[in-house]
């Protein structure tokens, strides 16, 4: 549940589920303006909250502000409020505000910043492209309690933001190929790229607690739909048909390529033995029956730093350039006269390293699927 307040100011600016959703994404370039508070959930209940919370050089952060804020992120996560202990709850308020109160400061710091109606246009526009049809986004506009005029000034709040912080590091975000090479030499196993297979699958669903004589008949259901594949029937079209893998419907059985580890060990070690194109017979996991079809294969390697370096400086440079927007935070931060009114929050534990994931990712291949069936648990 914790956010990093620099983080608002990181990655892409303001996508569209954060405007119209209000829900805002982990990793936004920019503070997200605030959708309006009617329309937002029901604040969770039983902390009381001194009103305002938080005095920013002069300006208020109201309680309703907060609340709601903190009802939205708990929303979209999918927490029930009422199962949240008090700890958790005072610990979630000082994550939120925190978070509010670097909007606050960015945004007064940024009102002078110029953006062209021009640049206005063009967000606007890969938004009617990300939902499809000028129609469709209006619609959703409206079903998020906004309308495009208040979208629009969302959008212009974000890319002054945007380019205040571009005109604070200005420079400072720069790497160069001798940046990578140094990464690549002092980081080899994030370079290495393990074996993979890449296949489809049809799942008979076979609950855990189930009956011998009903196992029996998912076998049997299973390899019926085996020996229809292996005489030729297309195996995407059955997968859609029958497949009780949720996903199915919309990948038609495709997984994607995956590891050894990252399926469950019945799946991986039949889908490991076979041959491109070959049909398993029904393999039994946890999940129940699969049918396998192996679509291709790629021998494990290691990452060339030719290969790896167009990704790799991009990789660095994000880096970068998140370092210097925290130092851009911080300072203003320690700067600003904030008066804070919550109860104290429980220290929380000490952050862990980056996850290999978030280094690897500029030279790996593209993560899997992880349907619900096979992915390892």
């Known amino acids: 549940m914790k956010t990093n307040p620099a983080l608002l100011l990181t990655a892409s600016l303001l996508t569209a589920s954060t405007l119209l959703a209000a829900d805002a994404p982990k990793k936004p ?10 329309k ?3 604040a969770p209940k039983g902390l009381a909250l001194t009103d305002p919370v938080a005095v920013v050089e002069g300006v208020e952060i109201k309680k309703a502000d907060l609340e709601q804020a903190f009802a939205r992120m708990l929303g979209a996560q999918g927490i029930p409020a009422d199962q949240l202990p008090p700890e958790q709850r005072i610990q979630g308020y000082h994550m939120i505000l925190d978070d509010m109160i670097i909007e606050k400061l960015v945004t007064k710091r940024a009102a002078e910043t110029k953006v062209t109606d021009e640049e206005v246009a063009v967000k606007m526009e890969g938004f009617k492209t990300k939902f499809g049809s000028e129609a469709a986004l209006k619609e959703q ?16 709040e974000g890319l002054r933001q945007e380019h205040w912080i571009d005109s604070q590091i200005a420079g400072k975000d720069a790497v160069s190929d001798a940046d990578a090479e140094d990464f690549y030499k002092k980081n080899p196993d994030q370079f290495k790229q393990p074996e993979q297979v890449r296949a489809s699958h049809i799942l008979i669903a076979v609950d855990k607690e189930a009956k011998p004589e009903v196992v ?14 292996k005489k030729g029937e297309a195996f995407d079209k059955l997968a859609k048909e029958l497949s009780e893998d949720p996903s199915a ?9 995956f590891g050894r580890e990252q399926m469950v060990p019945e799946f991986s070690e039949a889908a490991f ?3 491109k194109d ?9 999940f129940g029956f ?13 990452v060339t730093l030719e290969k790896a370096k167009p990704k790799l400086l991009t990789y660095l440079k994000q880096q970068k350039r998140q370092g210097e927007i925290e130092k851009v935070v911080k300072a203003i931060r320690e700067k600003a006269d904030v008066k804070i009114n919550l109860p104290e929050a429980p220290k929380a534990p000490a952050a862990g390293a980056a996850p290999v994931e978030a280094v690897t990712e500029p030279v790996t291949a593209p993560e899997p699927a992880k349907p619900a069936a096979p992915a390892k648990q």
């Open 40 to 42: 937002a959930p029901e």
């Open 278 to 286: 070959e049909i398993s017979d029904p393999v039994r996991s946890q």
């Open 29 to 38: 370039a920019a503070p997200v303006p605030k959708a309006p508070a009617e």
């Open 290 to 302: 699969h049918v396998i079809k192996v679509t291709d294969h790629k021998d494990g390697e290691t």
């Open 216 to 229: 029996a008949e998912k076998e049997k259901a299973a390899k019926a739909i085996a020996a229809r594949v």
């Open 249 to 257: 419907k919309e990948n038609s059985g495709d997984l994607n390529y």
């Open 141 to 156: 506009i409206e079903k998020s309690g906004l309308t495009v005029d208040k979208v629009k000034e969302n959008v212009r």
């Open 273 to 275: 033995k076979m041959k």
